[in-house]
C-alpha cells in the first residue's frame, strides 16, 4: 500500500537519528531523565530562537492542542476554521463552552478577517492551522495576527505543523505577546512521525496556564529529535524535495483534469467529481484521505510522496479515468 | 433484492430546445422543436454500470421502463398499463402498486416534476433512488451521475442509512417567464451514501448518521430554548426532530409555533404567526436551509414574510443543519421579496451543526 493519506515524511531520517533511537531504546526501561528532556528543549530554543523557558514538549503537536483546550477553554469560546485538523475540532466540540466554525469553502477559500475580529472580541482562544490541513493554504499574515492578539480578552494558537514547508511562522512574536502560542511537530518535516514528538512556543499567559508537570517523552523519540535538530540541512534538503514535487504533482493532476489547489505544505487538496475515486485507489493499493465523510464530497487530501509513488499515482489515476470513458 | 423502476420518458426533454421543462402544453412544443429523449439514454447507461445481478425488477410498461431493461439481463416483471401518452398519474398509479408490492427501493428517471409524483405516491414509505434527467432539478434528492445511482444500486441493502431530501416544486409556467417561484413540496427518503471508512489517525466521530446528527442539533436547541420567548419552527426534518425533542409534534412542511415547551400554533400562516407575536412579545424563527441552494428564507417557507422576519428580526433567527447538508453550501440565501429585509439577513450568521458546534457562514441576497 502506497500511503498518501497521513502527511507523512516519505524520507526515512538519516542514519544518525535512526542510530540515536537505537541508543534509546536500548535503555527503554529507564524513564528519560530530565536532563535530556531540557536537552531537547535547548536544541529547539536553538532552532527556533525562542528562550527554552517558553517551551514545552508533547507526544506529537496534537496532544499539547488537546491540553490547550482541556486548559482554557472552560471560561471562552474557542474559534476554528472549518475545515482544520480534525482532532483538534473534535476535542474542541467535546470540551468547549462552546465552538464557533469558520465556514471556508473552494474554490475561493476565504476567510474574513473582520468577521473573525468581530467574532474574536468576546473571550476567545482562537486556534488556527496556519497552513491549514487539509486546504493546504495559509490564511494568516502578521497584520491580522497582531490585530488578534492585540486584542487581550484573545488566546491565540498557531498550530505550524507544516512549517518547514511553508517557510512562514509567527513564533517571534511569542516573546512580545503573552497570549499567543504556536504548535510544532518533528513528525512531518523531520520523518519522525512514528517517534510523535511535537512542541510549543507559548508566551506567558499560557505557560502559567498550563500544568507545569514535565510531559516525559520516550526515550528513543528524545534521543532521535535532539540528533534531527543537528541535521537541519538534511530536513531542509527533503523539504525542498517534496515542494518540488508537489509542484510537479499539481500540475500533473490538472492535466489529468483533476482539479489540484495550490499548498504551501506536504499535501495537496484536490477535487474530482469521479465517484468513489478514493475507494477506487484503495483497491489499486494506494491510499489517500477521502474528505467526503468530513467535509465536502469530491474532495481528497493527497500527501506528496516519493517520485516514484506520484508517478504510480498519476498512472493509476489515468487508469481509473480511462476505465470510466471507456465505460 | 426488489427494485421498482420508473423512467419518465419525457423529462429533460425541454433543456435542449431551451423551454425550461414538460409540464404542460410545452411537451408537445418540444417535440416540435425537435427535442430528443433524455430519460432513455440516461437509464441505459446506470443500467450497463450496474454489477450485481440479483435483482428482480418490477419495472413500469414500455417507455416508462420495460422498454429499456428489455435485453439487459436483468430479470424483471411489469407492473401496470399505459397508453400512448404517458401522464403524471401513471406515475404515481405504478409507485403505488410498487410499494404494495414491496420493493425495497424505487428508481425512477425524471426531474422535480417526477419527483413531486413519487413523493405524492410513496411519500417516506420507502427509499427511493432519484437519477436526474429533467431541465429544473431544484429537489436535492437527485444523485449526482448515473456512476453514482449504479454504485447505489450495487451497493443497496435493506440497512443502507437514509436520508431525507427535499423535494421541491417549481411553477413550470412563471418559470419559463424567467421568475422562480419554489417551495418546499415534500420530502423522500434517499440512500446516504457514505465512502468506505478509512482507518487512520484522522479517523473522528464526526461520521454520525443524519439522524443522529439531527437528535445532537435538537438537543443542543432545547437545552437553550428560553421561556418567555414564542418559537417558530419551520419546516424540515431537522425541525421535527427539534419538535421531538421537545415533545410535540411538527407539521411536515408547515410552521409551527412553541412557547414554554408547550405547542401554541399550527401549521401557520402569516395572520397567525403575527398574532403570536403580538399575544407573547418576544419571537425567535428556527430554520433549516433548503439542501444544495442554501435558502433559509424566500422559497421553503413563505409563511415567513417580510413583515414576519422584520419583526423576530435576525438577531432571534436561528439557523440548523446537519453537516451533511451544511458543509456543501457556499453561503445561505435569502429571497424574501422585500430587499431591506434581504440586506437585514445578510451577512455572517452561526448555524448549529451539532451539540454545542456553530458554523460562521454568510447570508447573500
Given at each position: 500500500m502506497i500511503r498518501l493519506d497521513l502527511n507523512e515524511n516519505p524520507y526515512p531520517p538519516p542514519r544518525s537519528v535512526l542510530e540515536e533511537a537505537e541508543k534509546g531504546l536500548r535503555e527503554v526501561n529507564r524513564y528519560c531523565e530530565q536532563a535530556c528532556l531540557d536537552e531537547l528543549k535547548r536544541s529547539i530554543e536553538e532552532y527556533t530562537g525562542i528562550p527554552w523557558r517558553s517551551i514545552k514538549l508533547s507526544p506529537g503537536s496534537d496532544t499539547i492542542l488537546r491540553e490547550i483546550i482541556h486548559s482554557f477553554s472552560i471560561d471562552r469560546k474557542v474559534i476554528m476554521l472549518n475545515p482544520s485538523f480534525l482532532p483538534t475540532l473534535e476535542c474542541a466540540k467535546r470540551h468547549s463552552r462552546k465552538m464557533v466554525k469558520f465556514h471556508i469553502t473552494p474554490p475561493e477559500f476565504i476567510l474574513k478577517r473582520e468577521i473573525l475580529q468581530e467574532e474574536a472580541r468576546e473571550p476567545s482562544l482562537v486556534i488556527i492551522d496556519n497552513p491549514n490541513n487539509p486546504?493546504?493554504?495559509?490564511?494568516?499574515?502578521?497584520?491580522?495576527?497582531?490585530?488578534?492578539?492585540?486584542?487581550?480578552?484573545?488566546?491565540?494558537?498557531?498550530?505550524?505543523?507544516?512549517?518547514?514547508?511553508?517557510?512562514?511562522?509567527?513564533?517571534?512574536?511569542?516573546?512580545?505577546?503573552?497570549?499567543?502560542?504556536?504548535?510544532?511537530?518533528?513528525?512531518?518535516?523531520?520523518?519522525?512521525?512514528?517517534?510523535?514528538?511535537?512542541?510549543?512556543?507559548?508566551?506567558?499567559?499560557?505557560?502559567?496556564?498550563?500544568?507545569?508537570?514535565?510531559?516525559?517523552?520516550?526515550?528513543?523519540s528524545v534521543y532521535a529529535a535532539i540528533a534531527a535538530l543537528k541535521n537541519m540541512q538534511y530536513v531542509m534538503e527533503n523539504a525542498r524535495r517534496i515542494r518540488s514535487e508537489r509542484k510537479r504533482l499539481i500540475r500533473e493532476l490538472n492535466k489529468l483534469g483533476i482539479e489540484a489547489y495550490k499548498s504551501s505544505t506536504n499535501f495537496i487538496l484536490v477535487k474530482s467529481e469521479f465517484p468513489g475515486l478514493g475507494d477506487k485507489l484503495r483497491v489499486k493499493g494506494i491510499a489517500v484521505r477521502d474528505l467526503s465523510r468530513d467535509w465536502i464530497p469530491g474532495y481528497y487530501r493527497i500527501s506528496v510522496g516519493l517520485p516514484e509513488e506520484n508517478n504510480i499515482l498519476l498512472e493509476t489515476l489515468k487508469e481509473i479515468l480511462a476505465d470510466e470513458s471507456n465505460n | 433484492m426488489k427494485l421498482g423502476l420508473i423512467v419518465n420518458p419525457i423529462a429533460g426533454m425541454g433543456g435542449s430546445v431551451g423551454l425550461k421543462g414538460t409540464d404542460g402544453d410545452a411537451y408537445r412544443k418540444a417535440l416540435e422543436l425537435g427535442a430528443t429523449p433524455v430519460s432513455p439514454v440516461r437509464i441505459r447507461q446506470v443500467l450497463s454500470l450496474v454489477k450485481r445481478r440479483d435483482i428482480n425488477f418490477l419495472v413500469a410498461p414500455g417507455k416508462m421502463g420495460e422498454d429499456y431493461i428489455r435485453g439487459t439481463g436483468f430479470i424483471y416483471e411489469v407492473v401496470g398499463s399505459i397508453g400512448e401518452q404517458t401522464t403524471a398519474d401513471d406515475t404515481k398509479k405504478i409507485a403505488r402498486e410498487m410499494v404494495d408490492r414491496g420493493v425495497d427501493l424505487l428508481i425512477f428517471v425524471g426531474g422535480d416534476g417526477t419527483a413531486r409524483d413519487i413523493a405524492d405516491a410513496v411519500d417516506l414509505k420507502i427509499p427511493v433512488l432519484a437519477i436526474p434527467s429533467g431541465v429544473k432539478m431544484f429537489s436535492s434528492v437527485f444523485v449526482v451521475s448515473p456512476y453514482a445511482a449504479a454504485r447505489i444500486m450495487d451497493s443497496f441493502t435493506a440497512d443502507m442509512p437514509l436520508v431525507e431530501r427535499e423535494v421541491m416544486d417549481i411553477d413550470e409556467e412563471a418559470f419559463r417567464q424567467n421568475k422562480l417561484a419554489a417551495r418546499?413540496?415534500?420530502?423522500?427518503?434517499?440512500?446516504?451514501?457514505?465512502?468506505?471508512?478509512?482507518?487512520?489517525?484522522?479517523?473522528?466521530?464526526?461520521?454520525?448518521?443524519?439522524?443522529?446528527?439531527?437528535?445532537?442539533?435538537?438537543?443542543?436547541?432545547?437545552?437553550?430554548?428560553?421561556?418567555?420567548?414564542?418559537?417558530?419552527?419551520?419546516?424540515?426534518?431537522?425541525?421535527?426532530?427539534?419538535?421531538?425533542?421537545?415533545?410535540?409534534?411538527?407539521?411536515?412542511?408547515?410552521?409551527?409555533?412553541?412557547?414554554?415547551?408547550?405547542?401554541?400554533?399550527?401549521?401557520?400562516?402569516?395572520?397567525?404567526?403575527?398574532?403570536?407575536?403580538?399575544?407573547?412579545?418576544?419571537?425567535?424563527?428556527?430554520v433549516t436551509p433548503i439542501g444544495g441552494n442554501g435558502f433559509i428564507f424566500g422559497r421553503a417557507s413563505k409563511q415567513f414574510t417580510p413583515e414576519v422576519l422584520r419583526r423576530v428580526g435576525k438577531e432571534n433567527t436561528i439557523v440548523v443543519g446537519t453537516k451533511g447538508k451544511i458543509l456543501k453550501l457556499k453561503h445561505l440565501r435569502v429571497d424574501t421579496g422585500d430587499e431591506e429585509v434581504d440586506r437585514m439577513l445578510s451577512g455572517p450568521i452561526k448555524v448549529v451543526i451539532g451539540y454545542n458546534e456553530e458554523l460562521l457562514m454568510e447570508v447573500r441576497a
Open positions: 486546504t493546504g493554504r495559509e490564511f494568516l499574515d502578521k497584520d491580522l495576527v497582531v490585530d488578534l492578539l492585540d486584542n487581550k480578552n484573545t488566546l491565540l494558537v498557531i498550530d505550524e505543523a507544516y512549517y518547514e514547508f511553508s517557510g512562514n511562522t509567527f513564533s517571534n512574536l511569542v516573546n512580545e505577546y503573552g497570549n499567543l502560542a504556536v504548535t510544532r511537530t518533528l513528525d512531518k518535516a523531520f520523518s519522525l512521525a512514528g517517534l510523535r514528538v511535537g512542541y510549543l512556543l507559548a508566551g506567558e499567559k499560557f505557560m502559567e496556564g498550563l500544568s507545569d508537570f514535565n510531559v516525559i517523552l520516550p526515550r528513543p | 418546499l413540496y415534500s420530502y423522500l427518503k434517499v440512500p446516504g451514501i457514505e465512502p468506505l471508512l478509512q482507518a487512520s489517525k484522522e479517523a473522528s466521530n464526526t461520521s454520525k448518521s443524519e439522524e443522529a446528527q439531527k437528535r445532537e442539533i435538537a438537543e443542543y436547541i432545547v437545552e437553550n430554548m428560553e421561556d418567555g420567548y414564542v418559537y417558530l419552527l419551520g419546516p424540515g426534518t431537522t425541525l421535527k426532530a427539534i419538535a421531538g425533542k421537545i415533545g410535540v409534534e411538527k407539521t411536515l412542511l408547515g410552521i409551527d409555533a412553541v412557547y414554554n415547551g408547550k405547542l401554541v400554533g399550527k401549521d401557520l400562516n402569516e395572520k397567525g404567526i403575527l398574532e403570536l407575536i403580538d399575544t407573547y412579545g418576544r419571537a425567535r424563527i428556527i
